[in-house]
């Protein structure tokens, strides 16, 4: 089955450690995308790649890093910089980066940090 | 700047009741307009769109017009069933650059009960 891979579903972290939250697609889609959902908000964009090596930021991509050197993965890894890394996080990824194309999701990664 | 305004959740709503949840927005250009929903612990679903103004959305008894003279998407469902209860996002699609990108609302709770 095609889709989008998220592990782990929960993740819990002590405040000040580096996390890396997976994302893989299998959609054979060029382009990817973070997201963060926080309880009465909807989704903010972190960062997102339209292709291979090449990823831009979003609308709050400061505290996060990504990195994307295989075309089914984008992996984002939270820092210690980032004041309020407690949240849903949701990975999507779309055929390419234009108007034109859908955008899917996985199931998500819901991290705290304590 | 582009934005999207939901109404306030939670909606209550009896098995069989007509549902509208009421999304407006603000946009430079002619973005697509999109209503998403996600279920309790999950990734969100396309469930409709529309591209251009006056475009109506269908999908699982759900529907949207989409209106350029009210900058309007509101959906509605004739009848709704239990398993409707989820979030549901209104979100509009813009090109930036050789990009696009989705601005979601805040998302409206929908409960139905038995």
């Known amino acids: 089955d095609g889709g989008i891979t998220q592990s782990p579903k929960y993740l819990f972290r002590k405040e000040g450690q580096n996390v890396t939250l997976s994302c893989e697609q299998n959609l054979n889609h060029d382009a990817m995308y973070w997201y963060r959902q926080d309880p009465g908000q909807g989704l903010r964009l972190i960062y997102y790649?339209?292709?291979?090596?090449?990823?831009q930021k979003g609308d709050i991509a400061e505290g996060y890093s990504v990195s994307r050197e295989k075309k089914e993965s984008f992996p984002l890894t939270v820092t210690s910089a980032q004041k309020n890394p407690t949240a849903f996080y949701l990975c999507a990824s779309s055929m390419g980066a234009g108007g034109e194309y859908e955008q899917y999701f996985g199931p998500g990664t819901r991290l705290t940090v304590t | 700047g582009n934005s999207v305004t939901q109404m306030e959740g939670p909606v209550t709503l009896s098995e069989e009741a007509f549902l509208t949840i009421n999304c407006t927005y603000t946009?430079?250009?002619?973005?697509?307009l999109f209503w998403y929903v996600q279920y309790p612990g999950e990734g969100l679903q396309l469930l409709l769109k529309?591209?251009?103004?006056?475009d109506k959305g269908s999908n699982k008894g759900f529907e949207a017009t989409y209106r350029k003279e009210t900058t309007s998407f509101h959906l509605e469902k004739g009848s709704v069933q239990v398993s409707d209860s989820a979030v549901y996002f209104c979100?509009?699609?813009?090109?930036?650059?050789?990009?696009?990108?989705?601005?979601f609302g805040t998302g409206t709770r929908l409960q139905v009960t038995l």
């Open positions: 529309a591209t251009k103004a006056d």
């Open positions: 790649s339209q292709i291979v090596n090449d990823f």
């Open positions: 946009a430079t250009g002619y973005p697509s």
């Open positions: 979100a509009l699609r813009y090109r930036t650059g050789t990009a696009s990108k989705l601005t």
